[in-house]
């Protein structure tokens, strides 16, 4: 009898086990997709400000870059002088989606 009850014990730990696997799975594939996916939608944001930098007329933005962070651009590179760095963050304001700007950019020092 007390060999039958840990035999059962042992079934019912197992049948457990072996239940719970997939749920675990399912869950790290659902986190995994939601990640990709906050990736592709930053990616496509910074897509979006960095091709409206290149289309505004007037700005030299050749050596800015954008990096987007669910709404937060952040503006990384050169500019020729400090109008054209304000003028960057003010496009990049614009850009549905962006919630905020952090303007990293520099001026350009000469002969560089």
Known sequence: MKSTNIFLAAAISI?????????????????????????AANRQLAKQVQSALYKHKGLEAADVHAVARSGKV???????????????????????????????????????
């Open 15 to 39: 049948g457990a086990i072996v239940a719970t696997v997939p749920v675990v799975g399912a869950q790290e594939t659902g986190a995994a997709t939601s990640k990709s996916s906050v990736r």
């Open 74 to 112: 952040t503006l990384v590179g050169m500019a020729p002088d400090q109008k054209q760095i304000d003028l960057a963050g003010k496009v990049a304001e614009g850009v549905p989606g962006v919630s905020s700007v952090t303007n990293n950019l520099t001026v350009e020092e000469a002969g560089h």
